[in-house]
């Protein structure tokens, strides 16, 4: 159940940031909540979505949708499995599996990668500076059916410049994407802002809207493979984020008319023959390279990531159609044969 409260701005918080004036006025339990309610374009100035930063004026009428929430429940560790690939008192970096939600929702109040964290370092040895205990450990996400690797941090010191590191793009992120069609260009840039569907209130989508946030994708293609009786052929990709918006590559890629394989949600543009998706239930998306600078120590850190199993059977049941890998598709290929192998004070090819 939801509910809709109406605030009109007062005089003295004329020019006050949007998101900041919903947590003062206690609409949001805190800043971070209140710029996700904004983002999903549950907040309304003058009856149209707005920015997270746009100043408020005197008179405005702000309309919130709340929802009636339910009584927090503690968040407990879980014995889930973590393939951890490095670790230390600052730090980890793992490979999610599939399946694996990052923190409690209403939908997933238990079984997430927080649980999992918890459980395996305690409670308190998790950094909590986005001040929400069902965050602990998180500085960014995958999807829930998005493979790879990722970082979690242990103190707030890792965990705040971490986060830092990416919002300042200094964070190294390469996915491997299979998508449908066969792309001419071997490099290409996607620069399209992304925010909540007008529609599908669950899903993003790139739109021209004050919401809306920059997202930038890169691509180098990999190697491509011939159409077939019931697809039009595929594309593998490595995208470079430079970004981080929910769902950032599904969505760019859904706009560029190059779907993922697999993508139930995004599909605009994917064959509507069933066999196009190859088998696979979920997305072909994987996080298989990580670099960054180790916020304390001052070293350069640098992880691959194969592909999980079912992805990897996809690929190899395209080998007979492949139209041959291109230079980077060699580079990368070279790079997976011996991973995962993280490098110390240095970096991945």
């Given amino acids: 159940m939801s509910r809709q409260v109406c605030h009109v701005a007062m005089a003295a918080e004329a020019g006050t940031r949007l998101d900041t004036l919903l947590a003062v006025r206690g609409l949001y339990a805190s800043r971070s909540a209140a710029v996700r309610a904004i983002e999903e374009g549950r907040v309304l100035v003058g009856g149209q979505t707005v920015a997270k930063k746009r100043a408020v004026a005197a008179g405005e009428a702000i309309v919130c949708t709340l929802d009636e929430e339910a009584e927090a429940l503690p968040v407990h560790g879980e014995p889930i499995d973590l393939d951890v690939r490095y670790e230390d008192e600052d730090l980890l970096v793992l490979s999610k599996q599939a399946g694996l939600v ?195 120590s001052g070293g350069d850190l640098a992880f691959a990531d194969n592909l999980s199993p079912d992805l990897q059977r996809v690929l190899d049941g395209l080998a007979g159609r492949s139209r041959g890998k291109t230079e980077a598709g060699e580079a990368a290929a070279e790079l997976l044969a011996t991973a995962p192998h993280p490098t110390i004070e240095g970096e991945l090819p």
């Avoid at 992120?173 to 792309?183: D, E, I, Q, S, T």
């Fill in 102 to 296: 990052c923190h409690p929702s209403p939908d997933h109040a238990s079984g997430t990668l927080v649980n999992a964290l918890i459980w395996h370092c305690g409670e308190d040895n998790l950094c909590n500076v986005q001040g929400e205990d069902d965050r602990l450990g998180i500085v960014h996400r995958l999807d829930r059916d998005t493979t790879g690797l990722m970082l979690a941090a242990k103190t707030d010191e890792a965990g705040a410049a971490l986060m830092e590191a990416i919002r300042l793009r200094s964070v190294d992120r390469h996915y491997l994407a299979l998508v449908h069609g066969v792309l001419a260009p071997d490099t290409g840039m996607i620069d399209a802002p992304i925010a909540r569907d007008a529609v599908e209130r669950t899903c993003m989508a790139v739109r021209d809207v004050p919401s809306a946030r920059e997202a930038i994708t890169t691509f180098n293609v990999l190697e491509r493979f011939e159409p077939g009786a019931h697809d039009d052929g595929y594309t593998l990709l490595d995208c470079k984020l430079f970004t981080g918006r929910t769902h950032q590559i599904r969505v760019h890629m859904q706009y560029a008319k190059h779907p993922l394989v697999g993508d139930a949600i995004y599909t605009a543009g994917a064959p509507r023959d069933p066999r196009a998706s190859l088998g696979l239930r979920r997305q072909f998306l994987h996080s298989y390279r990580l670099g960054f600078t180790h916020p304390v």
